[in-house]
């Protein structure tokens, strides 16, 4: 019955627009938009066509080259006359990201090219049920209309595009490579070594031991941080807030104090203020008779100092939610808690701490993967110190984001801290998406 | 009875007074040491007593005689400026798209760009790096500010929080009276956002002016240095020797920052709970 229904809308003699319009468009971007008598539109299509495959002919081998073999002439010294000239070679990172970005373009222009199809084939059909096509303007103004938010988001788009997710793609890249500082380009060709990188710091005994033990101690580290720094804030929260007390705003603003102040000057601060020989903690202690604490040299102890900094750093920003939220939790469930006879405890524990859970437990556990990547903290407080002779270039206290840094940047073993990057971006990855999907800002809209 | 309760209330208020106080020691104390130590005289981190007995003012000058402090802060305020306008206008329009409009795609993007956004900067900044350097954008100020900017947006869910939270009728009653989106959004939307708007230009006004890892790697040359990169290399280079300059540039770098947030209290508790309350 369906299929009648459309045969006698369509019989098949008036079909022939869609399919000769989208046959077009296949053949040449904006032709079947100049067949439907969308010129404008057709002849910028077409001008972008022309572009594409310019650039598939002119840079595409180039890049696919560039990208399978990272390049293949290393610089080198060449007798010119009676002197050695260097002669550049082949510089395998550039290559690699003017490859890259290559196949980015070539993607865009694939899937401009599908949707020009599916446009074309669309307004043929609408051409068949007699309908006049949209001139370029009412074009514009359809898209100004109903295609805002694209609009709104392209740039911001572009920008993540360019700046994070192609950095991201290209450090990916680099783990199965073999690119530290002793192949570092233009002297030397990197070369892909599949999972070359992988296997050593997994399996190789040495660098795995510093990768789990890493990675144990910055699950710990984040733990510890994450619920010193919420149930601290819970409790300032709970003692400003309570009834009687005066000034609040007051106290408020001071326990704000180190959520204030530039977080990279106060943890240099901090770093002075527990130094072990002559910082003043250690002084006061001194002074009442107790002996010095080596807060910052001994493992143990570095361990804590950092939690307790954190701690310090973090708690007032969980002060200040869970102040905005006390205020909204309804008074009459207090009042009917009093009639009930409860105690202060347990109105606290039955009304106070659920209600707030209720609200903050998608943000814990953001803060939670906030702190495996706190990176500013141990950076500098501690950075990684004291020193671990079991360790592959890693201390006492490095999470892993700091041993990946001091891979890169200080030990130029690019790929392994590729292969950390990975391993990383997996754990928060799944970290994130399970908790984002269960959040309420995502949930409201399953019924809208 | 009445007595007990009494008694009993005034010796909560008491214990919990004792707290605070404690708690407000332990919380002003590493700002009023830095400042005292800004005044003391001498160089050094070690000092016999907990209160100076003489103060001077000659670390402050010292600051910008010996070293180019009146150069990193213009460089900071700049680039911290910039990247807060430019940053706060990405983040306000990507929330305002993912709030209002509903697309195609428009959650699997969503999640793509928290997930980016849990991403360190850093693990890309090789890349980064490459990139600048192909676009002769190194050593330039307007390298570190796009970069801020472009990287703002993924923190975006703060925004469409607060704006899920603006009645949608009232965007609806504008569009039936004709008005376009921008209009709506300018006029209609963004009055009714100071909070948010508050929020998210000091949050962007911060990182920007704060971030120090990846202002060290683009900005080499000591004119083009922000505050915490100089602030850094500071103590890294001469620790124990210098360090009441130190601290008179940490009170330098952080007063105006500290006042701004105090003042913006009330906006800042705002801005977190619609962004706690609506996950």
Known sequence: MQ??????????????????????SALAMGLGQIYNKQYTK????????AYGIFTAITSLPHALWALATLGETETHLKKVGRLYKQVMGDHSIFLMIEGLITVFIMLVLIWM????????????????????????????????????PHIVLAIPLLGVVFFTVMPIIFMILVAFTDFTRDTMPPAHLINWEGLQAFKELLRNSSWSHTFYSVTIWTFVWAFFATVTGYFGGFAAALLVQQKGIRFRAFWRTAFILPFAIPMFVSTLILRNIFNGQFGPVNQYLGMLGISKAPWLSDPLWAKITLILANFWLTFPVSMLMIIGILSTIPKDMYEAADIDGASGFQKTRLITFPMVMFSMAPLIIMQFVGNINNFNIVYLLTNGKPLNGDFQFAGHTDILITWLFKLSMEQGKYNYASVIGIFIFIVLSAFAIWNVRRTKAFKEEEAS | ?????????????????????????????????????????????????????????????TLFDKHPFGVWYGNTMKISIASMILGTILTLLTGYAFSVFRFAGRKNLMSILLVLGLFPGFMSMIAIYILLNQMNLLNTHTAVVIVYAAGAPLYFL???????????????????????????????????????????????????????????????????????????DMIGDRFSTEFTTFAAGCVLAAVPVTILFILMQRFLVEGLTAGADKG
């Open chain 1, 3 to 24: 299929q009648l229904a459309v045969e006698r809308e369509y019989p098949e003699h008036s079909r022939k627009f869609r399919k000769k319009a989208a046959l077009l």
């Open chain 1, 42 to 49: 057709g002849i910028l299509l077409l001008a972008f066509y």
């Open chain 1, 113 to 148: 090219y599908i949707a020009s199809i599916k446009d074309a084939y669309r307004t043929g059909k609408l051409r068949e049920e007699g309908i006049q096509p949209n001139t370029f303007k009412q074009t514009l103004s359809f898209v100004a209309a109903y295609r805002f």
């Open chain 2, 1 to 61: 009875m009445i007595t007990g309760k009494k008694a009993k209330t005034a010796f909560r208020l008491s214990f919990s007074y004792i707290a605070l106080v404690i708690l407000t020691i332990f919380c002003a104390y590493p700002a009023l040491w830095v400042l005292m130590s800004s005044f003391r005289t001498g160089d050094a981190l070690f000092s016999d007593k907990i209160i100076p007995t003489s103060y001077t003012f000659s670390h402050y000058t």
């Open chain 2, 158 to 232: 703060f925004a469409k929080s607060y704006f899920d939270t603006i009645p949608k009728s009232l965007v609806e009653a504008a569009r039936i009276d004709g008005a376009g989106h921008m209009p709506i959004f300018f006029r209609i939307v963004l009055p009714l956002s100071t909070p948010l708007i508050v929020f998210t230009s000091l949050m962007t006004f911060t990182g920007a002016f704060t971030d120090f890892i990846f202002a060290k790697l683009v900005l080499r040359s000591p004119e083009k240095k922000t505050l915490a990169v100089g602030l850094f």
